[in-house]
């Protein structure tokens, strides 16, 4: 089925270990992103890609990286992980102008 | 304070009731989010709005830029309606999300 695929779905990860949760549409949206839910905060933007080449920062940026080499995958990367990243994220894609958005099945990650 | 207030947290409501979610935002915006999050964790888009109304089935979702106000409603509620509605707001390229009401509907 056409959409956003997201994984992996659960991953558990000791203090300073590094991963990638990896994103991938097929919708050729310009426009992709990458949030995180956690209790009584609701969701925040954490990094966002208008197109291949371009990405920025949303609201809670730091500890994470991007990047957007292909208009299909947007990889967030943990280089060092801390249990403040311990969280439920998501990655959604949507094209400008539609602004229906598409969200990933999420990642539930806890950092021990 | 939030940029985007959502009321209320939580609502329960019966069977065919009419329901009525709020949200309010404090910032210019470009455009509103309607989401649903499923209880198994799943987010659905429900409606963009960046004017007027908008109505697919029994949901409706209406805009004053204004006032900065948003209303989400459902007519004919169903228990297959519980669940999560989270209103977000997109400037520029950022997005500000409210806490999300809690809907619960009986049968």
């Known amino acids: 089925n056409a959409g956003v695929t997201q994984t992996p779905k659960f991953q558990v990860l000791k203090t300073g270990q590094s991963m990638t949760l990896q994103c991938a549409q097929d919708?050729?949206?310009?426009?992709m992103s990458w949030y995180r839910q956690d209790p009584g905060m609701g969701l925040r933007l954490i990094h966002y890609?208008?197109?291949?080449?371009?990405?920025d920062q949303g609201e809670v940026p730091n500890g994470y990286n991007v990047s957007r080499s292909t208009t299909e995958d947007f990889p967030l990367r943990l280089l060092s992980a801390a249990p403040s990243q311990t969280s439920v994220y998501f990655c959604?894609?949507?094209?400008?102008?539609?602004?229906?958005?598409?969200f990933g099945q999420g990642t539930r990650l806890t950092v021990v | 304070k939030n940029e985007v207030e959502q009321s209320p947290q939580n609502l329960t409501a019966q069977e065919g009731e009419f329901i009525t979610i709020n949200c309010s935002y404090s910032?210019?915006?470009?455009?509103l989010h309607w989401l649903q999050q499923h209880p198994g964790g799943g987010i659905v888009s429900l409606f963009m709005?960046?004017?007027g109304k908008k109505k697919h089935g029994r949901l409706i979702a209406t805009i004053n830029i204004q006032e900065k106000h948003s209303s989400l409603h459902i007519t004919a509620s169903h228990p297959r309606d519980s669940a999560v509605y989270i209103c977000?707001?997109?400037?520029?390229?950022?997005?500000?999300f409210g806490a999300g009401t809690r809907l619960t509907v009986k049968p």
């Open positions: 919708m050729n949206h310009e426009y």
């Open positions: 890609s208008v197109g291949a080449g371009i990405t």
């Open positions: 910032v210019g915006i470009s455009a």
């Open positions: 977000a707001v997109r400037y520029n390229n950022d997005m500000r």
């Open positions: 709005l960046s004017s």
């Open positions: 959604a894609s949507s094209q400008p102008g539609t602004g229906v958005a598409f």
